[in-house]
């Protein structure tokens, strides 16, 4: 018998029990999709977050007091007792070796109407003139930077000038627009109101789009116009140390820290994707080991499916073997149910898995405000993709070797007996 004739009547057997042959290649498909999925999101989501924090200077310390954590919005809360980041504060880590130059700012979020139209974005308040230091590849697209001494002017990041979800400009050169911030205040016996304060602002400048989510979303005004209207009191949300040499950010980093100790947080663009890429990847090792096991209960599918095939077919192969069909045939014909399961399975797990992962890495970036520049874009090497595929193979290869070799084995006199 030719192996055409052997892989045919594998498929036939395949094509009889249709139904239970869709879900056990259903089960090997979600196993691949998910691994394949988790894969290209993580090795995307690695290379987002470097493509983010690159944004900002290698040689930037991103200074702030330990509660308030995260050098404004960059990194995690880190708790412990505050160190309030006054005008000393700045003269202090000014003095300290291996500091060129600091950039306190304000950072705070308002609501900014134009027209008819009204938004929630972040604002900051730092002296511009000092931008380049810290995101070098800053520039604006049109007008000019806020100096320190003007408290009317304000620059849009270019996703706060052009949004999204308008097919207009939401604010453009010399216009004047209304920033909005809110503050709870407590009035006595529990009680609490809101203020609002309300200021007018004339635009000056548009960013050009940098693809930093937190960049192209921001508002840039002066760090005076800033305290008075977000009522910062004189105490900054943090400070940006611009050292000589991102190689010695660390030394620098100890320095600062003998004055202050833990109570103030510090971080490094370099430190901070360290931080984050080791926290996916050990999330991402989870899911993907979820994502295997998924496999393995594919594979017991498998036996099930092949095993009860075995039964049910037992006077059929009976038959075959009285015709002369020998164990290796037998043998090779369930393997090729087993094969063309896993083959099924993976292929199309893998351009289900491709799919939804490009659709997720949407889904999550419009969540958050992203835009173009800045897009989730997974990423699927090769060679992974193959391994993938080789795994979801093998495992329906050796989940079906069992309910084969069975079959093989099987007595042609008794197999015909067998009602």
Same mark, same amino acid.
């Given at each position: 018998?030719?192996?055409?004739?052997?892989?045919?009547?594998?498929?036939?057997?395949?094509?009889?029990?249709?139904?239970?042959?869709?879900?056990?290649?259903?089960?090997?498909?979600?196993?691949?999709?998910?691994?394949?999925?988790?894969?290209?999101?993580?090795?995307?989501?690695?290379?987002?977050?470097?493509?983010?924090?690159?944004?900002?200077?290698?040689?930037?310390?991103?200074?702030?007091?330990?509660?308030?954590?995260?050098?404004?919005?960059?990194?995690?809360?880190?708790?412990?007792?505050?160190?309030?980041?006054?005008?000393?504060?700045?003269?202090?880590?000014?003095?300290?070796?291996?500091?060129?130059?600091?950039?306190?700012?304000?950072?705070?979020?308002?609501?900014?109407?134009?027209?008819?139209?009204?938004?929630?974005?972040?604002?900051?308040?730092?002296?511009?003139?000092?931008?380049?230091?810290?995101?070098?590849?800053?520039?604006?697209?049109?007008?000019?930077?806020? !100096?320190?001494?003007?408290?009317?002017?304000?620059?849009?990041?270019?996703?706060?000038?052009?949004?999204?979800?308008?097919?207009?400009?939401?604010?453009?050169?010399?216009?004047?627009?209304?920033?909005?911030?809110?503050?709870?205040?407590?009035?006595?016996?529990?009680?609490?109101?809101?203020?609002?304060?309300?200021?007018?602002?004339?635009?000056?400048?548009?960013?050009?789009?940098?693809?930093?989510?937190?960049?192209?979303?921001?508002?840039?005004? !002066?760090?005076?116009?800033?305290?008075?209207?977000?009522?910062?009191?004189?105490?900054?949300?943090?400070?940006?140390?611009?050292?000589?040499?991102?190689?010695?950010?660390?030394?620098?980093?100890?320095?600062?820290?003998?004055?202050?100790?833990?109570?103030?947080?510090?971080?490094?663009?370099?430190?901070?994707?360290?931080?984050?890429?080791?926290?996916?990847?050990?999330?991402?090792?989870?899911?993907?080991?979820?994502?295997?096991?998924?496999?393995?209960?594919?594979?017991?599918?498998?036996?099930?499916?092949?095993?009860?095939?075995?039964?049910?077919?037992?006077?059929?192969? #009976?038959?075959?073997?009285?015709?002369?069909?020998?164990?290796?045939?037998?043998?090779?014909?369930?393997?090729?149910?087993?094969?063309?399961?896993?083959?099924?399975?993976?292929?199309?797990?893998?351009?289900?898995?491709?799919?939804?992962?490009?659709?997720?890495?949407?889904?999550?970036?419009?969540?958050?405000?992203?835009? #173009?520049?800045?897009?989730?874009?997974?990423?699927?090497?090769?060679?992974?993709?193959?391994?993938?595929?080789?795994?979801?193979?093998?495992?329906?290869?050796?989940?079906?070797?069992?309910?084969?070799?069975?079959?093989?084995?099987?007595?042609?006199?008794?197999?015909?007996?067998?009602?």
């Amino acid at each position: 018998m030719n192996v055409s004739e052997v892989i045919r009547l594998g498929f036939g057997a395949l094509k009889e029990r249709r139904t239970r042959t869709i879900l056990t290649i259903l089960m090997v498909m979600i196993g691949v999709s998910l691994i394949t999925s988790l894969d290209g999101l993580g090795a995307g989501f690695d290379n987002y977050i470097e493509e983010q924090l690159n944004t900002l200077g290698a040689n930037v310390l991103i200074i702030s007091s330990s509660e308030g954590g995260g050098g404004g919005g960059f990194g995690p809360p880190v708790q412990g007792p505050e160190t309030k980041l006054t005008s000393q504060t700045v003269r202090t880590i000014d003095r300290v070796l291996g500091i060129e130059n600091t950039v306190p700012f304000y950072r705070g979020a308002v609501t900014i109407k134009s027209g008819s139209e009204e938004k929630t974005i972040s604002v900051t308040g730092t002296d511009q003139s000092k931008l380049k230091y810290i995101t070098p590849k800053i520039s604006l697209e049109s007008g000019s930077f806020v !100096s320190e001494t003007d408290n009317t002017g304000i620059v849009l990041g270019y996703n706060v000038a052009y949004p999204a979800d308008l097919d207009r400009p939401f604010a453009k050169r010399g216009q004047i627009v209304s920033l909005i911030s809110f503050e709870v205040e407590e009035t006595g016996g529990g009680r609490q109101t809101v203020k609002e304060k309300k200021k007018s602002f004339r635009v000056q400048g548009i960013l050009e789009e940098l693809g930093n989510s937190q960049v192209d979303n921001t508002a840039y005004i !002066s760090t005076s116009a800033a305290n008075s209207l977000l009522n910062k009191n004189n105490i900054y949300d943090g400070i940006y140390g611009i050292t000589r040499d991102a190689d010695e950010n660390e030394e620098i980093e100890e320095r600062i820290r003998k004055i202050y100790g833990k109570n103030i947080g510090i971080i490094s663009p370099k430190s901070l994707i360290e931080l984050i890429q080791e926290i996916v990847g050990t999330f991402t090792a989870f899911l993907t080991t979820v994502a295997t096991v998924s496999m393995f209960v594919a594979a017991v599918g498998i036996i099930t499916t092949l095993y009860t095939s075995v039964l049910e077919r037992t006077r059929e192969i #009976g038959l075959l073997k009285a015709l002369g069909y020998g164990n290796r045939t037998i043998l090779f014909m369930f393997l090729t149910e087993s094969m063309t399961i896993g083959i099924l399975g993976g292929i199309l797990g893998i351009l289900t898995g491709v799919i939804g992962a490009v659709l997720l890495g949407r889904f999550v970036l419009s969540s958050f405000g992203g835009s #173009g520049a800045s897009a989730l874009n997974p990423v699927f090497l090769p060679i992974e993709l193959i391994e993938v595929f080789i795994l979801a193979l093998s495992l329906s290869i050796i989940a079906g070797l069992y309910p084969a070799w069975r079959a093989s084995k099987l007595s042609p006199i008794n197999a015909l007996r067998k009602e």
